[in-house]
Antibody, heavy 119, light 109 residues
Framework: QVTLRESGPALVKPTQTLTLTCTFSGFSLSTSGMCVGWIRQPPGKALEWLARIDWDDDKYYSTSLKTRLTISKDTSKNQVVLTMTNMDPVDTATYYC???????????WGQGTLVTVSS | EIVLTQSPATLSLSPGERATLSCRASQSVSSYLAWYQQKPGQAPRLLIYDASNRATGISARFSGSGSGTDFTLTISSLEPEDFAVYYCQQRSNWPQMYTFGQGTKLEIK
């Protein structure tokens, strides 16, 4: 079955760079049409899409966060990595990775990982 | 950037009642609209994709309709497990990106 799991630090200091890893199983990111995205959710607030990487290594970013984000993949390890630079307390959120396959929606989601930005 | 506006922000209903949730886009999104359910402490779960198609394993009491800028999620007869927050989401082509609505909280009356 399809599963995704996010991992990374629970706490980062302001100005630091956050690195999150999404490890997935049950599908391959080398399959045509397959994509993995990152979405975050500040406590008590709405969802916000961050980035997406496609099977052909095309990458897409939120226009408002584009300068701070980098997404990459390691197909052999079934992993997608998101880095976000210059972290700020407003970036405190639960970060989710999710699969998109052939459509315009995310059909499988990881459980999320809470990242707190604080000195 | 396309903005999705959901209404109402909170909907208070009783089990067995019918729920109607709205999502309005600032410009046409064709039928590229999805609905998700999120319960406390859980990841969102896909309910409806392409405006009106139920995702795998989703109960038939959930239905979606609309196209262009106005969309509706209807829950025909509320079950206790349906009380949650619901989000709509769209994908735009240029630039390629996704936006979510601010959510509708469906609470027990």
């Amino acid at each position: 079955q399809v599963t995704l799991r996010e991992s990374g630090p629970a706490l980062v200091k302001p100005t630091q760079t956050l690195t999150l890893t999404c490890t997935f199983s049950g599908f391959s990111l080398s399959t045509s049409g397959m994509c993995v995205g990152w979405i975050r959710q500040p406590p008590g607030k709405a969802l916000e899409w961050l980035a997406r990487i496609d099977w052909d290594d095309d990458k897409y970013y939120s226009t408002s966060l584009k300068t701070r984000l980098t997404i990459s993949k390691d197909t052999s390890k079934n992993q997608v990595v998101l880095t976000m630079t210059n972290m700020d307390p407003v970036d405190t959120a639960t970060y989710y990775c999710a699969r998109r396959y052939g459509g315009s929606y995310f059909d499988y989601w990881g459980q999320g990982t809470l990242v707190t930005v604080s000195s | 950037e396309i903005v999705l506006t959901q209404s109402p922000a909170t909907l208070s209903l009783s089990p067995g009642e019918r729920a109607t949730l709205s999502c309005r886009a600032s410009q046409s999104v064709s039928s590229y609209l999805a609905w998700y359910q999120q319960k406390p402490g859980q990841a969102p779960r896909l309910l409806i994709y392409d405006a009106s198609n139920r995702a795998t394993g989703i109960s038939a009491r959930f239905s979606g309709s609309g196209s262009g800028t106005d969309f509706t999620l209807t829950i025909s007869s509320l079950e206790p497990e349906d009380f949650a927050v619901y989000y709509c989401q769209q994908r735009s082509n240029w630039p390629q990106m996704y936006t979510f609505g601010q959510g509708t909280k469906l609470e027990i009356k």
